[in-house]
């Protein structure tokens, strides 16, 4: 059963514009959510997080946007650069009774930034 | 610091050897998790430390497979009697609990991985 789910596997944009990555989600209880960025022969890199109590967080370039009614978010990056390519990761956690803080990943999503 | 660090970053073995991977978590850390990837998937959770003790095993770890951080520090996680469904990316992660930079979220620090293959 995927909790976390990214539909769409790959994802090119050109250099300059806006990449936009989704990710939808089925469990209620999901409390925080990351997005992650790996590139090859590398482990995955914390990119920005968003608390289910709020609808936006930003980082520089990078903005999360929740919409808990939709069990959906995204991840907005503007503008995007060629070193933006690489695989996304949407990832979810819910805090449970005794605080496992375990995180659940979807199955990526591989950004090409074309310059 | 480092980071997190494991070893080794690429081990090749036949189906029915035993092969161990050690995960070395940044030194403040006192959570430890390993996770699993196999091609096209996300990481997949397999079990977590808080210091030594671990506190949950995904029912993914099969009996096969036994994790270990004797002193709270360092960890192994040992595959015995490997299986070519055992060829993936074994991923360990370390994060502080409950204080931490983005202590809500407890983000967790990927190494990068060891790569099995079970011929």
């Known amino acids: 059963d995927q909790q976390v789910k990214q539909n769409s596997p790959s994802l090119s944009v050109q250099e300059g514009r806006i990449s936009i990555l989704n990710c939808d989600y089925t469990?209620?209880?999901?409390?925080?959510f990351l997005w992650y960025k790996k590139y090859p022969a590398e482990g995955p890199t914390f990119l920005i997080s968003i608390s289910s109590i709020k609808d936006k967080n930003e980082d520089g370039r990078f903005t999360v946007f929740l919409n808990k009614s939709a069990k959906h978010l995204s991840l907005h990056i503007v503008p995007s650069q060629p070193g933006d390519s690489a695989v996304y990761f949407c990832?979810?956690?819910?805090?449970?009774?005794?605080?496992?803080?375990?995180?659940?990943f979807g199955k990526g999503i591989t950004l090409s930034v074309r310059p | 610091d480092t980071g997190v660090s494991q070893d080794p970053r690429h081990k090749i073995t036949k189906r029915g050897q035993n092969v161990t991977f050690r995960c070395d978590p940044i030194?403040?850390?006192?959570?430890l998790y390993w996770y699993r990837q196999t091609l096209g998937q996300g990481p997949e959770f397999l079990t977590y430390f808080q210091n030594e003790a671990q506190l949950e095993k995904s029912r993914l770890l099969s009996d096969r497979f036994s994790a270990e951080r004797p002193k709270g520090s360092f960890s192994t996680l040992e595959i015995q009697r490997t299986e070519q469904g055992d060829s993936a990316m074994y991923l360990c992660?370390?994060?502080?609990?409950?204080?931490?930079?983005?202590?809500?979220?407890?983000?967790?620090?990927f190494g990068a991985g060891s790569r099995l293959t079970v011929l």
């Open positions: 469990n209620s209880m999901f409390d925080y």
């Open positions: 030194s403040e850390h006192n959570r």
């Open positions: 992660a370390s994060s502080l609990w409950p204080r931490g930079r983005d202590s809500g979220a407890n983000v967790l620090t």
């Open positions: 990832a979810a956690r819910a805090l449970l009774t005794g605080a496992n803080s375990k995180l659940t």
